[in-house]
């Protein structure tokens, strides 16, 4: 029985959070939801669900993770984490899953413009303002309508955070995460290999994106910062 808090892995879609879970099995008996079906299986949209089906694991459970939103600490001892992204590029590598997707995604567009465009008035959360979403306790496909207190509590969240990191830096978000955890680091060059994403260079592409993004942009700051 694990004698320290758990570890949760919140995992923000479209961040390298798959390397970060390969990098947490290979140390851990990592449990997400919908175990044993293939990772990911599940995802939570309020902190209710999260709660319900983390206490339901029982005693003992060492490391858990998934597409579920910030807050568990609040209810049980544990040791939150996240990975965030620079936010156009997560949008990036979002549209380019989308272009992979085996069937036609709702929304979806070759056309970067009108995609974010339509994502933007459709308010998709998997697009608009997503980061701020999950750390302000909804889930990845919650619709709820983000707030200015919903932005401060996002910032507030990412301070009680037990370790942040950027996709950007994966390697160092492990190295550093290993320390702390008294882990050896171990190999990890395949992590981060491909994630950097070419940036839109039109400027309409550009506004529009950001225009998405909205409260993302504040929050990976800080967590650069």
């Known amino acids: 029985m694990p004698t320290v808090d758990p570890l949760v892995f919140i995992h923000v879609p479209k961040t390298g959070g798959r390397s970060v879970v390969e990098y947490l099995r290979a140390r851990t008996e990592l449990v997400w939801p919908g175990k044993p079906a293939r990772y990911p299986s599940g995802a939570f949209q309020t902190i209710e669900q999260t709660l319900h089906w983390y206490e339901s694991l029982g005693s003992g459970v060492e490391a858990v993770a998934g597409h579920f939103p910030a807050g568990l600490s609040d209810f049980v001892r544990c040791r939150e984490v996240v990975v965030l992204r620079e936010p156009i590029s997560r949008l990036v590598s979002y549209h380019g899953h989308l272009s992979r997707a085996a069937t036609p995604q709702p929304g ?16 998709n959360p998997m697009v608009c303002e997503t980061q701020t979403r999950i750390l302000a ?50 190999n990890v060059s395949s992590i981060g290999a491909a994630t950097k994403k070419k940036m839109p260079q039109n400027e309409e592409v550009l506004r529009a994106a950001r225009a998405c993004a909205g409260n993302d942009l504040l929050l990976y700051e800080e967590a650069v910062s």
């Open 137 to 186: 306790g909804y889930g990845p496909l919650n619709r709820t309508t983000l707030t200015a207190k919903d932005r401060e509590r996002a910032l507030d969240r990412l301070k009680k955070l037990y370790f942040v990191g950027v996709t950007e830096r994966l390697d160092e978000f492990c190295s550093g995460l290993a320390k702390r955890l008294g882990w050896e680091h171990g």
């Open 108 to 123: 979806y567009s070759p056309n970067k413009l009108t995609w974010l465009r339509g994502a933007k008035a459709a308010g």
